[in-house]
Nanobody
Framework: QVQLVESGGGLVQPGGSLRLSCAAS????????MAWYRQAPGRQREWVAH???????DYASSVKDRFTISRDNAKNTVYLQMNSLEPEDTAVYYCKVLHRGHEYWGKGTQVTVYS
C-alpha cells in the first residue's frame, strides 16, 4: 500500500526558510515522479514542483529560484527546501506520487508565512 506522510511545516516570517519532507512507503521515490502541490484558503490546489525518476526537477514559475525539490533514495523521502518565503506561500502543502497510473496523496502539512 502506498502511503505518503508530509512533515516540516510551521510558522515562519517573510524571508525565512522551511524544509518539508515527504516520507514514502509502498513505492520507491526513484521509480515514479514525485510532486509537491499546495492549496491556500479559498483557492484551488496548485502544482509547485516535481522530480522525475531520473532526478531532474521542474518548478512552477512562482517558486522557481526560491524552492528546491530533492530526494534521499536511502530514506525514500522527497524534500522541498523553501527559501525567501512570502505571505503568498501560505498554504497546506501536499506530496503526490503517480504510482502505476494511480495518484496517491499525503494529508498535507501547513505552512504559514506571517509578518
Amino acid at each position: 500500500q502506498v502511503q505518503l506522510v508530509e512533515s516540516g511545516g510551521g510558522l515562519v516570517q517573510p524571508g525565512g526558510s522551511l524544509r518539508l519532507s515527504c516520507a514514502a512507503s509502498g513505492t520507491p521515490v526513484t521509480l515514479y515522479p514525485m510532486a509537491w502541490y499546495r492549496q491556500a484558503p479559498g483557492r484551488q490546489r496548485e502544482w509547485v514542483a516535481h522530480i522525475y525518476s531520473n532526478g531532474s526537477p521542474d518548478y512552477a514559475s512562482s517558486v522557481k529560484d526560491r524552492f528546491t525539490i530533492s530526494r534521499d533514495n536511502a530514506k525514500n523521502t522527497v524534500y522541498l527546501q523553501m527559501n525567501s518565503l512570502e505571505p503568498e506561500d501560505t498554504a497546506v502543502y501536499y506530496c503526490k506520487v503517480l504510482h502505476r497510473g494511480h495518484e496517491y496523496w499525503g494529508k498535507g502539512t501547513q505552512v504559514t508565512v506571517y509578518s
